[in-house]
């Protein structure tokens, strides 16, 4: 039973999404989160006023459940199977948070001081996770699908369009956190 509470080396989770994609392959289905967003306004009647909404959802019903299931996998990985013992972050990690003015983790994933729950109060953090939904939203509807659909079902596909989206989004990340962020925070 140990083994649910301590994080699983990635060729233990990467064999286990390619079982999940070969299965969806065979299903004839394709994975990614943010299509999501589209079911649900078409389950709501957006269909009605916008013709992008106007579809079948109820072909896509399967992944809405996994969106529940992502939701109540995380849940549960927080609140019952976090073990701040199984944290180890590099040194040189920690060495840039405290170049940043960020104190170490001290056994979570994220630094409180970004991530915490008191960054909902302030209107400077606010507005930097509206601005931050509204253009993730808008380059997942731009690249033609998010992160998860085009990296891991994209390339699983073979997909030149998602190998091209893939390294965008790392192009992107590696802005963000070496020229944007340090301005930012």
Do not use: E
């Amino acid at each position: 039973m140990n083994v649910f509470f301590q994080t699983w080396p990635w060729y233990i989770s990467g064999f286990i999404i390619g079982l999940i994609m070969l299965s969806l392959l065979y299903f004839g289905k394709s994975f990614g989160m943010s299509s999501n967003l589209r079911s649900m306004c078409a389950m709501i009647g957006a269909g009605n006023k916008v013709s992008f909404f106007d579809f079948d959802w109820k072909s896509q019903r399967w992944n809405l459940v996994v969106v529940v299931g992502a939701i109540l996998g995380g849940f549960v990985a927080v609140n019952f199977m976090s073990d701040p013992s199984n944290v180890t972050i590099n040194p040189k990690t920690i060495d840039a948070l405290a170049q940043l003015g960020l104190d170490a983790p001290n056994g979570q994933l994220m630094p409180s001081l970004l991530f915490g729950n008191d960054n909902f109060l302030t209107l400077k953090n606010l507005a930097i996770l509206l601005a931050g939904g509204i253009l993730v939203g808008f380059g997942a509807r731009y690249a033609g699908g998010c992160t998860s659909g085009h990296a891991i079902s994209g390339l699983s596909n073979l997909q030149l369009p998602s190998l091209k989206a893939v390294i965008g989004f790392f192009i992107g990340g590696l802005i963000m956190v070496h020229l944007l962020f340090p301005l930012i925070f």
